[in-house]
């Protein structure tokens, strides 16, 4: 059982490039989530999704995109990297209860990200 | 404000000492709590969940107080491997967000 699985563990890019984060868990778990982690900010949420082809907004939402094509996979897309999306980020899931009740976090291992 | 403030630290105890950690929520809706320790470049892992009054775990006390609206935690008898960051979490159900959590705590065990 490997949990949640996130790709890669560290990534440089320069401003404007394009990347996906990979996260996936095999916990048949319905909720997936997003965050970044910046000092002194604490986790910050930027996209979840309660199941397979439905995502909302988080509370940092602009510059990323996400899709839920299947159970397993919750990619994070960066359109066009900005030195302000330098930050470590964790995908994160939960079996929920019903799909919209979510408490405890299963979380992946985290990508060191840095935009120069 | 924050919605969910710690206390930044660091807290440098020595080994074998008691400490609390105390964190206050701005949402009188949320519903339940939740304590997460994260090691140093490392994912957060849940270390306790607080649903009513409090809960205890071997040398670990979680305790809420709807009341004042603060969640504390203690750990008795530090040990070195407790030197982590810990962090406050809140759930409502009512919120977009669902959980939010605070900045952490960090804390240092020395021998």
């Known amino acids: 059982n490997a949990g949640v699985t996130q790709t890669p563990k560290f990534q440089v890019l320069k401003t404007g490039q394009s990347m996906t984060l990979q996260c996936a868990q095999d916990?048949?778990?319905?909720?997936m989530s997003w965050y970044r982690q910046d000092p002194g900010m604490g986790l910050r949420l930027i996209h979840y999704s309660v199941g397979a082809g439905i995502t909302d907004q988080g509370e940092v939402p602009n510059g990323y995109n996400v899709s839920r094509s299947t159970t397993e996979d919750f990619p994070l897309r960066l359109l066009s990297a900005a030195p302000s999306q330098t930050s470590v980020y964790f995908c994160?899931?939960?079996?929920?209860?019903?799909?919209?009740?979510?408490?405890?976090?299963?979380f992946g291992s985290g990508t060191q990200l840095s935009v120069l | 404000r924050k919605e969910v403030e710690q206390d930044p630290g660091p807290f440098n105890v020595p080994e074998g000492a008691t400490v609390a950690f105390n964190c206050t929520y701005s949402n009188s809706a949320s519903q339940s709590f939740f304590w997460y320790r994260q090691d140093c470049r490392k994912e957060p892992k849940l270390l306790m969940s607080v649903y009513s009054s409090g809960n205890e775990d071997g040398r670990f006390t979680a305790q809420l107080n709807r009341a004042s609206q603060y969640i504390s935690l203690l750990i008795r008898d530090s040990k070195l491997s407790d030197s982590a960051t810990y962090l406050c979490?809140?759930?409502?159900?009512?919120?977009?967000?669902?959980?939010?959590f605070g900045s952490g705590t960090q804390l240092t065990v020395l021998p």
């Open positions: 979490v809140a759930f409502s159900s009512g919120s977009a967000r669902q959980l939010t």
């Open positions: 916990m048949n778990h319905e909720y």
């Open positions: 994160a899931s939960s079996p929920g209860t019903g799909g919209y009740r979510v408490e405890k976090l299963f």
